[in-house]
DNA sequence: CGGAGAATTGATCACAATCAATCGAGGTGG
DNA sequence: CCACCTCGATTGATTGTGATCAATTCTCCG
């Protein structure tokens, strides 16, 4: 049970306690969602699951990052979640039969376990704090899906660009370690477009670039008083 | 509790039974929700909350048309949710405490059924396939928004319109009682864009228009293989 | 080194927002 | 009953933003 690059039991509790989904339960209650857990390494580039994937399992990042992202029929990609330790890659999909236009792919090194979702499901409704922890990041999902919309409407490259910078500022901060395609799947544009965008703010001193990096020189001129929260 | 234009207990039940969230439930435990509730008439044009509203009570239309829309600080409006009677307003502000930019608006005469925060939620946990049905529901909301993003960033306006169409065909029938303002509100466009849109479709002879009111004459000629389903 | 992927900047073009003007329909009040 | 007023519909003209195409440089890694 316990082969190269999985992971213990310990660590597995660990993860289970720090998971949005899972925390503030009792330690026996997770445990036994522990015991039934699988961990999976996957390797920086490597696809956790494809889009259209009959999903069988409930996916929770133990370790690293992964993108989620849907993708349409033109090739359009939009990124709508970087998952970082703790954070359920697919509840939609776990409670819906249907299938799902998402994608996963590990962005770094990353260890993810998985739990039969019929377990996952089952241990769910024994547990008020589960639903109440699914149906707030469902919300959440719901609510940044909908500012998202709102930003593509009344919002120029620009202003989406400093949205972002400060979403991923607040989740990761000063360094960003994304490439500008990457940053353009997550505003909903090209990646001259993004380019631009980061030119004019490095002209205004606000951050700097590097490849495959950003550094956020000045958090403050992030902020906007305006709408609401953005998640990733 | 029986005043002018408030819903007797009969037919109190009968929207329960119609509502996706309680439907399936046994009669008695219906009936004890719906010794609950309150139901309160609003008129064509009438608010029924206003944006940033502090929520206490879980609203479900009984009757009529109901618009929930979501608006930025810029004034853009985006039409978000048509529900119509057993559709409910409000479920993720039900569940998370802090308040959201959304408004809803009676379009037609409607009767709107009330209920406790504190009474559903308690209900809620006390019957899964209502928990079931919440999940579903978000789960719609995240794909349809999702979906939505999509449309934003690949499509242009005659396609979403096409799409757009397509939806409210599919909730209403083949006769839209919409005012040009109110789709462009759905598709995330202006007015002018919308009618130009509604022009050409015209122009093909796919549907005809009066004021307030389109009828779409070629349903097949909407039906989209693409993509995932759009949810008003 | 050499090659692949990332970054950068320029030039062009199309779509849709904006501004503007007119027409039409329905509702209201004198 | 007619005059009027408001809101919706419609079309034209103009403009700006961002997508697209293209070319070059840069950087990391084998």
Known sequence: MNGIGMLGLDEMAVVFE????????????????????????????????????????????????????????????????????GEPLNLVSTFSKKPRMIEARAMRDSMVVLLKQTDFIAFAFQHPSVISAIITVLGNAVDSANSRILDMVGKNVDQRMRRILHALYLKFGPTLRFTSIEIAEMIGTTVESSLRALSKLRKKGLITTQRSRIDILKPEAFADSDSGMLWL
Do not use: W
């Open 18 to 85: 720090q998971s949005i989904c899972f925390r503030g339960l009792k330690p026996q209650a997770r445990h036994a969602m522990a015991a039934k857990a699988i961990s999976i390494p996957f390797a920086k580039g490597d696809t956790i699951f494809h889009a259209n994937d009959p999903q069988r399992h409930f996916y929770l990042v133990a370790k690293g990052l992964v993108r989620v992202s849907i993708c349409s029929l033109e090739g359009h990609r939009l990124t709508y979640l970087l998952a970082v330790a």
